[in-house]
């Protein structure tokens, strides 16, 4: 099992962690399986190096599960296979779409209704037979409310009931939705379903104005986020964390320097909850 601080592992990383060896303050990573389904011979060697080491999560994006498209079992059983040849146990994807009669390479909103909540959570049983694990779902975020019969964690929280399944709560993705829809982050956070939690997810994003953020993972984690995080850990425990970064990478040691904030606040709550 993980426990502790993660890093999404990007192909540019692989190098430098199989010949200098993973940084202390990373306790787990994660990758896409998309992304690594199919490489070259020489590159699978590293990977497959590296999770024989190293704990691993996988999080997807194009399972769709959203979709009004029929389930791609074939590519379900091909992350199985993934899954078992390495030995990963946690599989997360979004809360969300991406194909309708083509991939659109995005993800889009689910419209929050009842009849999309009975679609998606049969959806999410089906996988979970499928794949023999829990399929672990996360909160994304989103710029339009298409029909929407329910507010959004009303939808997450009838979602998690009916399939039956955890939660990958992203603690960013409610704070770019709070500025962007004008509601209160704390609010929310506390009213979700924490106790589902797998893990967390934090990262940073571009701010577009005043009132609108764009869900980056391309900068910095910001204060308001951090501590976001740390009231997360408050409301529904102190659980697996990784931080996210996908583009404008920085050197490691920069991104082990917000590893090891995640580190802190952790230990800061649980300081706080062992002296109460």
């Known amino acids: ?44 060697r590293k990977f497959r190096s590296l999770t024989e080491r190293h704990p ?4 997807g994006l194009s399972l769709s599960i959203g979709a009004p498209a029929p389930l791609d079992v074939d590519f379900v059983k091909q992350v199985k296979r993934f899954l078992d040849t390495h030995g990963i146990e946690l599989y997360s994807e979004h809360l969300s779409y991406c194909s309708g009669n083509a991939h659109m390479y995005d993800l889009m909103p689910i419209p929050f209704t009842e009849e999309a909540v009975d ?28 029909g929407a019969e329910m507010d959004e964690v009303t939808f997450i929280n009838e979602v998690l009931r009916r399939a039956d399944c955890q939660l990958l709560l992203d603690v960013n993705n409610i704070y770019v939705n709070s500025v962007n829809h004008n509601y209160d982050a704390d609010a929310f956070l506390a009213a979700l379903d ?9 990262a940073g994003h571009y701010k577009e104005a005043e009132d609108f953020l764009v869900d980056t993972h391309g900068a910095e984690v910001i204060d308001p986020v951090w501590r976001l995080l740390k009231k997360a850990y408050q409301l529904h425990g102190i659980h697996p964390t ?17 590893i090891d904030h995640i580190h802190e606040i952790a230990a800061e709550v649980k300081g706080v909850k062992q002296s109460a």
Request: net charge negative; with cysteine; aromatic share 8%.
């Open 1 to 44: 099992m993980i426990s502790g601080a993660g890093l999404g592992l990007k192909r540019e990383m692989v190098e430098e962690f199989v010949t200098e060896g993973l940084p202390s303050s990373i306790d787990f990573l994660e990758v896409a399986p998309e992304n690594w389904l199919k490489v070259p011979p020489r590159l699978a």
């Open 56 to 59: 691993f999560v996988c999080h």
């Open 119 to 146: 679609h998606v959570a049969a959806r999410i049983r089906t996988v979970q037979e499928i794949i023999e694990r829990p399929l672990i779902i996360e909160n994304v975020s989103y710029y339009a409310e298409p």
């Open 194 to 202: 924490g106790s589902r939690t797998a893990y967390y997810h934090v």
């Open 242 to 258: 990784l931080l996210e970064r996908d583009f404008n990478l920085p050197k490691t040691s920069e991104l082990v320097r917000e």
